[in-house]
Nanobody, 128 residues
């Protein structure tokens, strides 16, 4: 079973940047596409971005596209989320997750139920 651990959250001002990291442990063959989700208080968990095992063709939600960059380092079993031009609405707990597929079809990339392991989350707070 793959276990995930996020880090890098914290307090940042509006317009600032933050880089989240997530390291996976477990059977390398089971580390598939890796995604980021977030959940703000009182809201449902929201898809942010996902990157296939190959690293090619990441997918972003419309709300973060052109501001966030997802990347991965397979040698380190790591996935990163570079967050730029942060807005108050970006404040949330951010989770990384391991998809059931190494290269999921576009129709199932953003579905939380298609991810079979999750990290504990890291808090991102954006101050005015």
């Amino acid at each position: 079973q793959v276990h995930l651990a996020e880090s890098g959250g914290g307090l940042v001002q509006v317009g600032g940047s933050l880089r989240l990291s997530c390291f996976a442990s477990g059977p390398t063959s089971e580390i598939n596409a890796l995604g980021w989700f977030r959940q703000a208080p009182g809201k449902e968990r929201e898809f942010v971005a996902v990157i296939p095992r190959s690293g090619d063709g990441p997918t972003y939600s419309a709300s973060v596209k052109d501001r966030f960059i997802i990347s991965r380092d397979n040698a380190k079993n790591a996935v990163y989320l570079q967050m730029n031009a942060l807005k108050p609405e970006d404040a949330a707990v951010y989770y990384c997750a391991n998809h059931r597929s190494p290269s999921p079809h576009s129709t199932v990339r953003a579905s939380p139920e298609m991810y079979w392991s999750w990290g504990q989350g890291t808090q991102v707070t954006v101050s005015p």
